[in-house]
């Protein structure tokens, strides 16, 4: 059974660095071709794919944000992790994370919250 | 990065009703390799999104064959035949062709007439 589940802060200030967590299990993130996205969706607007990181450890990022955004997992391949530095309000949304190109499995979502 | 336009942008249907959601690309989804990597998704309220259609027109595994999907190139149309109304809520097309970025489109909410 394949589940992913995001973790995150729930709140931050603007201009901090926002660390974001997927932990996930019933696939290895080691099988050739397999990849993981981070998506976000501000309340009431669509999505926005953010990043990815894919088997062979390559990173993918929307050139929008590539420069605030750090993609990276751990040794075990059990977690995906996601930092977005200098928040602002913008940046306020719920945040996924999702299994292979065609984001066949979600996370259930972490809102968080850009305010001072 | 490509555009997808979904229209309409709200479609209201009652029980039964078969109903139609276009997707248009600004630049052809056919990849050098002969797939064409254009999914569907639904976003029920409250829930994530979850995969309906992958590549215009395989349904996944678990979903209704009231599903289905069609279209080339920069067209892709996904139906709906008697809608449920489990099937209430945001539909959106994402493609992975020229990924990445993945785009996503504006999404269309479906909703009880």
């Known amino acids: 059974q394949v589940t992913l589940k995001e973790s995150g802060p729930g709140m931050l200030q603007p201009s901090k660095t926002l660390s974001l967590t997927c932990s996930f299990s019933?696939?290895?993130?080691?099988?050739?071709?397999?990849?993981v996205s981070w998506i976000r969706q501000p309340s009431g607007k669509s999505l926005e794919w953010l990043a990815a990181i894919d088997w062979d450890g390559d990173k993918y990022y929307n050139p929008s944000l590539k420069s605030r955004l750090t993609v990276s997992k751990d040794t075990s391949n059990t977690q995906v992790f996601l930092k977005i530095t200098s928040v602002d309000i913008a940046d306020t949304a719920t945040y996924y994370c999702?299994?292979?190109?065609?984001?066949?499995?979600w996370g259930q979502g972490v809102m968080v919250t850009v305010s001072s | 990065d490509v555009v997808l336009t979904q229209t309409p942008p709200t479609l209201s249907a009652t029980i039964g009703q078969s109903v139609s959601i276009s997707c248009r690309s600004s630049q052809s989804l056919l990849h050098s390799n002969g797939n064409t990597y254009l999914h569907w998704l639904l976003q029920r309220p409250g829930q994530s999104p979850q995969l309906l259609i992958y590549s215009v027109s395989r349904l996944e595994s678990g979903v209704p064959n009231r599903f289905s999907g069609s279209g080339s190139g920069t067209d892709f149309t996904l139906k709906i035949s008697g809608v449920e109304a489990e099937d209430l809520g945001v539909y959106y097309c994402v493609q992975g062709t020229h990924a990445p970025p993945w785009t996503f489109g504006g999404g269309t909410k479906l909703e009880l007439k």
């Open positions: 019933g696939f290895s993130l080691s099988t050739s071709g397999m990849v």
């Open positions: 999702a299994r292979d190109g065609s984001f066949d499995y």
